[in-house]
């Protein structure tokens, strides 16, 4: 035993000589390890990586991506983005939005954003060293199928026309009445009209009564009165100033009735009246003839004063046309020009007739926007910059358009489709087709873009449908 012991005792500084050296071996395998992985991880945490093409450093740069609703897949170049969480385990943990993707190599991308249930978003973007790329405005749209309200045969419609809230809308057949809602996907009132009721429809300013010629409709009590028991003969136009009060021309006279009172007055205005209507208590009349005029007359009280005239271009006819928003619309019937009125000094009846473009549809977003097709084209107008921006053509005409609420985009339809289009115009604008029909006639989109009524055939039924978009 003492002789094991005293061997032990010999191996003893050997061992601590051993160790030593191990010691130092591990500090400095330590310490460049270190130096290793701080070159690495350091330029990455502050936005570089290296090239390995050119053995250099470069900046990276990164993706902000939001969208409406959140949790959409994010694929670039057709790979999906995985989770940090997904990288530290190995897992497939899809990265999905809000999400700030960064160390995001320089360069050109197809962004492709996923949500079930929704149509996917695609766009092609570029990535600049240091920079960030911006995706905040991205909205999903549904992928469903629209939702038939009313069976009817498309022979059976003889008018449509939508509340000036863009809430409600009137669709006159042959024998009924029906007031469809433009918010939700419902079946709509039925009212029982008299057969060859005339067909042009206006709506009073509450939405509760709607003229359909001479005929009358209250939507509360479904109660008729035809202009006919008051011996007024046809029609040509009629406007609403109150739920109880209208004018309309007859015989080449403005004539206004109060319903309420059954007193009828005859306005003594010249016979070339050639169209109408009353906005904010005053009454705007369009002249014909060589040299056509506007004129503005204050309505108090049945007196009929002119406030103010202002001279059209010569030998050209004009028309009021509503595209919301309060605005005074004009539009040349030949050339489709639109013409918007405006009052720089009211107290001074200072109005100024400015010329924006030709139209077909279109739609006021505020006062300083004007979103407009004509035919083929689709446009933005704005006050800043005082000029329409070709947005993009389409191979099929457009029929009716609307302001989306989330304010990058505009929905807009064809005679055979319903469309979105993002107004982001990096690279491309990007137009997405919700709906496809051999035939879409009637479109009428609530006033924020959320829905659309249309005449359609799908699954051989033909009818009003509801896309909830």
């Not at 959140?70 to 999906?80: Q, T, W």
């Not at 069976?151 to 024998?175: F, G, Q, R, S, W």
Request: charged content about 20%; proline content about 4%; some cysteine.
């Amino acid at each position: 035993m003492p002789r094991l012991t005293s061997a032990c005792d010999s191996l003893a500084p050997a061992w601590n000589v051993m160790t030593s050296r191990v010691r130092k071996f591990l500090f400095v395998s330590f310490v460049v390890l270190f130096f290793l992985l701080a070159a690495v991880i350091l330029p990455y945490a502050f936005g570089f990586e290296l090239n390995f093409s050119g053995m250099k450093l470069q900046r990276t740069g990164m993706f902000d991506i939001k969208t409406t609703p959140s949790g959409a897949v994010i694929y670039l170049n057709g790979k999906k983005q995985t989770s940090w969480l997904g990288q530290l385990s190995g897992r497939d943990m899809a990265a999905t939005t809000p999400l700030k993707l960064k160390n995001v190599t320089p360069g050109t991308y197809q962004v492709r954003l996923e949500l079930a249930g929704y149509w996917p978003w695609t766009k092609q973007l570029v990535v600049s060293p240091g920079a960030t790329t911006y995706l905040e405005d991205v909205y999903f749209f549904k992928k469903i199928q629209p939702t038939l309200l009313a069976p009817l045969a498309a022979e059976e419609i003889n008018a449509v026309a939508v509340a000036p809230d863009h809430k409600y809308a009137a669709v006159l057949t042959k024998t009924a009445l029906q007031i469809f809602s433009l918010d939700k996907a419902q079946p709509p009132q039925v009212i029982t009209v008299p057969q060859n009721t005339a067909s042009v429809l206006s709506w009073s300013p509450s939405q509760q009564k709607i003229a359909a010629g001479r005929l009358i409709i209250d939507r509360r009590d479904q109660s008729l009165v035809n202009l006919k028991d008051f011996g007024i003969g046809a029609i040509n136009r009629l406007a609403w100033a109150s739920d109880d009060l209208i004018y309309f021309q007859t015989d080449n006279q403005i004539k206004s009735l109060d319903l309420k009172n059954s007193k009828l007055v005859v306005a003594d205005f010249p016979k070339n009246v050639i169209d109408f209507k009353i906005n904010n208590g005053y009454l705007y009349l369009i002249y014909d003839g060589s040299q056509p005029r506007l004129s503005i007359v204050k309505l108090n009280d049945n007196q009929f004063k002119e406030s103010t005239a202002i001279k059209l271009k010569d030998y050209e006819r004009y028309r009021f046309i509503d595209l919301g928003a309060g605005n005074i619309n004009l539009q040349e019937v030949a050339s489709k020009k639109l013409y918007t009125l405006s009052n720089k000094f009211p107290w001074l009846n200072d109005y100024a007739v400015k010329e924006i473009g030709a139209l077909t549809v279109g739609q006021w977003v505020g006062s300083d926007k004007l979103i407009f097709g004509n035919n083929f084209e689709l446009s933005l107008w704005t006050s800043d910059a005082d000029r329409a921006k070709l947005l993009t053509r389409i191979s099929h005409p457009i029929t009716a358009l609307a302001w989306h609420k989330s304010n990058n985009y505009v929905i807009f339809a064809t005679d055979t489709s319903i469309n979105t289009l993002e107004l982001d115009d990096r690279y491309t604008y990007n137009i997405s087709t919700l709906l496809e029909s051999s035939k879409i006639v009637y479109p009428i989109f609530n006033r924020d873009g959320s829905g659309v009524l249309f005449w359609t055939k799908l699954d051989q039924k033909g009818g009003f449908y509801f896309l909830e978009i």
